[in-house]
């Protein structure tokens, strides 16, 4: 399995597209205006409680206050208020916490306007960025990520990922974790940091205690709101997160970008410095690995597959819907319940790319094609699971329904990737309308072809728009040239000046339709 991960720099942007065999399976943006993003700190004042809600209102500096619920504010909230305000006025200047007194943990089941008053001091993290017409998302119990573990201020806690399941490797870092453990900090260690050393791991935890001292350090002098801790750089908290030694290759179109990322791959992977590369080549980057192709052809209403089956996605303010259709393939299995279960299985790997392609959250309902055999509906369950292990976001799989429906909840911390795929129609550009672009529309003919070619048809003769026809015949080599080398028949191509832009029909030797 080859992962490669490819950079896009641009003046206001970076675009990560991350490729697993060569398919794109998480595309994201680093915006130079993004200020609230997911790990953030910042310093606050709380507008108002609103003991309805059990929750208050936090002005982070965005358009609208973010919003703190009571179970977000963490048990040691009043050693955070303390510490915060003794930091602040400049009469604490130890940040260990080794000699700081903790007060009581507040109540677990408690009332907000207990514990919390108007134009109160407080640090806050983002857990949610802003998404469509709310503010962020934040909580007062503060962590920082690193590449093995993430120390958590104000806690005594050290816990494993639930991931590692050796329990001798979770005993032998819970032991080596301990040991190196400064007092008044939790530690988390996360799935990468399996078959560590001791020295790897500390290493880690003082870069932490770093960022946390300078952090601590802004907080004399901070306005209200401001951040004072900011997520690393997109390149590298990806890298962070993501980074393993199934990794085959990073390549950047960018010089400056280039060299941070190296830096940082030789500071956690020695031996993989050597897979960064320098893109150079006039062609860019994202036409060179074939990402701006699928972009264009992962991101509409409908997404096609193998086999001709599709999916269609639709949104609502409540959830996402998916369903599955078989098209009309060829049905080569023995009976109809093979044929579902085959479109369900390759529906589902393509389900779980998707859902991390666009960063789908929430709750997603999947209407499956209906399986009558219980076993069928159980090896779909156990697939869509596997294919779904890689999925950073929490998410949780329900099994099939007796109506055929799969539930899934999957977090959602960020706004969904959402990418026009349409373009102006070039037939009523007056009226404004728009189409599908063309290389999904050439997709569906690839589609189309296929299966003509599967039944023996001697000579086939495609008619389309002549912006199509242009499309698929100019270059070297044409879309037309790559189906010879890969189906050995030649296509005849005629432009027909009648023909709406999304308009094609093949005709047989005889010059009869196929329908």
């Not at 939790?186 to 003082?206: M, P, S």
């Not at 959830?319 to 299985?345: F, M, W």
């Not at 010879?484 to 005849?492: A, G, L, R």
Request: hydrophobic residues 35%; charged residues 30%; proline residues 4%.
């Amino acid at each position: 399995m080859d992962k490669e991960l490819i950079i896009r720099s641009s003046s206001d942007n970076v675009d990560f597209a991350l490729l697993k065999d060569g398919k794109l399976i998480e595309l994201q943006k680093d915006e130079d205006d993004n200020n609230f993003s997911v790990g953030d700190v910042f310093i606050a004042k709380i507008r108002k409680a609103v003991p309805g809600l059990n929750a208050a209102f936090v002005n982070v500096g965005y358009e609208k206050d973010a919003f703190l619920h009571y179970h977000d504010l963490g048990p040691k909230l009043p050693s955070l208020l303390k510490f915060t305000k003794r930091v602040s006025t400049g009469k604490l200047n130890d940040f260990s916490l080794k000699n700081f007194p903790f007060e009581k943990d507040i109540e677990k089941d408690g009332k907000i306007a207990d514990v919390l008053k108007s134009n109160q001091s407080l640090l806050v993290q983002i857990v949610k960025e802003p998404i469509s017409t709310k503010g962020p998302r934040i909580s007062s119990e503060l962590s920082i990520a690193g590449r093995y573990i993430v120390l958590v201020p104000f806690s005594s806690r050290i816990s494993i990922s639930q991931k590692i399941e050796d329990k001798a490797e979770k005993d032998r870092l819970k032991r080596l974790v301990k040991s190196i453990t400064p007092q008044g900090f939790g530690i988390i260690v996360r799935t990468v940091a399996q078959g560590k050393k001791v020295a790897e791991l500390d290493k880690d935890l003082q870069n932490l205690l770093s960022r946390w001292t300078a952090m601590c350090k802004k907080l004399h002098k901070a306005h209200h709101p401001s951040k004072v801790l900011g997520e690393m750089n997109k390149a590298s908290s990806i890298l962070r997160d993501i980074f393993n030694d199934s990794f085959t290759g990073i390549t950047v179109d960018d010089e400056e970008l280039y060299y941070q990322i190296k830096d940082y791959v030789q500071e956690i992977a020695p031996k993989k410095e050597s897979i960064v590369k320098l893109y150079q080549s006039k062609v860019p980057i994202f036409e060179k690995f074939g990402i701006e192709r699928q972009i264009k052809t992962s991101f509409g209403k409908t997404v096609s597959m193998a086999k001709g089956a599709y999916l269609v996605i639709e949104h609502t303010e409540a959830l996402h819907v998916i369903d599955v259709n078989s098209g009309n393939r060829s049905n080569k299995a023995n009976n109809q319940e093979d044929t579902a279960l085959e479109v369900n299985l390759i529906a589902a790997t393509e389900m779980a790319r998707q859902l991390r392609l666009r960063d789908m959250g929430g709750i997603i309902v999947v209407d499956f094609i209906d399986l009558t055999k219980a076993e069928n509906r159980q090896k779909l369950f156990n697939h869509l699971r596997d294919e779904m292990k890689d999925d950073r976001a929490k998410h949780k799989i329900l099994p099939p329904s007796k109506f055929g429906l799969i539930q899934i909840t999957r977090q959602r911390v960020r706004p969904e990737m959402n990418i026009k795929t349409r373009e102006e129609n070039p037939d009523e550009i007056i009226n404004g309308s728009e189409v599908e672009a063309p290389i999904g529309l050439v997709q569906k003919i690839n589609h189309d072809l296929e299966r003509l070619l599967k039944k023996d048809y001697k000579k086939l003769t495609l008619n389309t728009h002549p912006f199509i026809a242009a499309f698929l015949t100019k270059g070297f080599p044409s879309v037309r040239s790559k189906w010879f080398f890969e189906h050995k028949k030649w296509v005849k191509i005629l432009p027909r000046d009648a023909y709406t832009y999304l308009e094609y029909h093949f005709f047989d030797k005889d010059g009869n339709q196929i329908k």
